[in-house]
C-alpha cells in the first residue's frame, strides 16, 4: 500500500471494520490529519466520548491536552498544522476493571507506517502515553511512561513524549511537577512558533 495518496489512505481507515466483531460495539474510526500536518499528536485509542463525536479529544482529556499545547479548542481543530492520529483509531471498549482496553495492535499493523508515510511535513510528533512511546521509540524508550517523558529531552526536537492527559494521571502529575514546570512551556512555546510559520 505504500505510496497510496492521503485522502484515498484516509477514506480506507476509515471504512475499515478489521476489528469487527472484536469490539464491544461497531468500529468508528477516528483520524484527523491532512497534508499540511506539521504537528501530529499520537495517542493510545479513542475513548467512549470520542466514539460517540467522532472527533478526537473531544472530552476532558483534550481540555488538558490543549492547555498543555497553549492552544484553544478552534485552533486545536481548526488550524491545519495540527493533526490527530491515535496508534488505534477505534474506541477499544471499557476494561471492567477500570479505564479503556490497551489500543490493539492490528490497528498500528494495518495503517500506521502509511499513514506517517503519507504527512511528509510533520515536523513535531506527540507521544502521548506509554503504547504511543512504546510503538515510536521503540528500544529507545526508557523502562517505564515516567522515566521516557523525564528523558523528553532526549527525543527531541521532532518527538515529545507526555503522559496521558487522563484526569486518571492527576495524581501523577502531583506526584512529577517537573512536568508541568518543564515540558509544558517548552511544548507551548515550540507550538506557538509552529503555528506562527
Not at 8 to 21: K, M, Q, S, V
Not at 181 to 195: D, F
Amino acid at each position: 500500500m505504500r505510496g497510496v495518496a492521503l485522502d484515498t489512505l484516509l477514506d480506507d481507515i476509515r471504512a475499515c471494520r478489521a476489528c469487527a466483531g472484536e469490539l464491544p460495539h461497531e468500529p468508528r474510526p477516528v483520524v484527523r490529519v491532512s497534508a499540511e500536518t506539521r504537528i501530529l499528536i499520537c495517542g493510545q485509542a479513542p475513548g467512549r466520548r470520542v466514539h460517540e463525536s467522532g472527533m478526537p479529544f473531544t472530552d476532558p482529556s483534550g481540555d488538558r491536552l490543549r492547555a498543555w499545547m497553549g492552544v484553544d479548542w478552534d485552533t486545536f481543530y481548526g488550524h491545519p498544522a495540527i493533526g490527530v492520529a491515535a496508534m488505534a483509531f477505534c474506541f477499544p471498549g471499557t476494561d471492567p476493571k477500570g479505564g479503556d482496553y490497551p489500543p490493539p495492535r492490528r490497528c498500528a499493523d494495518l495503517w500506521r507506517r502509511d499513514l506517517l508515510a503519507a504527512l511528509p511535513k510533520v515536523e513535531l510528533t506527540l507521544l502521548v502515553g506509554g503504547h504511543a512511546q512504546a510503538w515510536a521509540l521503540g528500544e529507545a524508550a526508557r523502562a517505564n511512561m515516567t522515566e521516557t517523558v523525564r528523558a523528553w529531552r532526549d527525543y527531541g526536537p521532532a518527538r515529545i513524549p507526555l503522559p496521558h492527559p487522563s484526569w486518571r494521571n492527576t495524581a501523577w502529575l502531583k506526584r512529577n511537577p517537573w512536568f508541568e514546570a518543564e515540558v509544558t512551556p517548552y511544548l507551548r512555546s515550540r507550538v506557538a512558533a509552529m503555528l506562527k510559520r
